[in-house]
């Protein structure tokens, strides 16, 4: 849960770098919140939260790819149906390196 609400903190910054930990359990728990919201058939909050964590959900998948030393314009490949997705999700679930140009490795940190 720290991990979704440090994303919700760097709402907005596109700098730096998170680690696979931080990435996927910020995922996770967006999507129990919409697919409980949904099953509860308060679809209306559900677009509602998705349209709050827009935002964040790109500054943290953008600081993801940062940490495999990708742009986070990569965010675009999502846009190409199906293989896009497929190559960003492989992108994502790579492991970061050492340092480079976007900081130092986080897992370095911890």
């Not at 996927?24 to 409980?36: E, P, Q």
């Not at 495999?68 to 997705?85: A, E, K, M, Y």
């Not at 900081?103 to 940190?109: I, M, Q």
Request: one cysteine or more; aromatic letters at 12%; charged letters at 15%.
């Amino acid at each position: 849960m720290d991990y979704f609400v440090g994303a919700l903190k760097k709402y907005a910054d596109f700098t730096g770098r998170a680690c696979r930990k931080e990435y996927w359990t910020f995922v996770l728990i967006y999507m129990m919140i919409n697919i409980t919201l949904v099953v509860f058939g308060l679809d209306v909050i559900s677009a509602l939260v998705s349209l709050v964590l827009l935002v964040p959900s790109i500054s943290i998948t953008t600081r993801r790819l940062h940490d495999t030393g990708r742009s986070g314009w990569w965010q675009l490949l999502v846009l190409i149906p199906l293989i896009g997705f497929i190559i960003l999700i492989l992108f994502l679930a790579q492991d970061s390196g050492g340092r480079n140009i976007y900081g130092v490795n986080p897992k370095a940190e911890i």
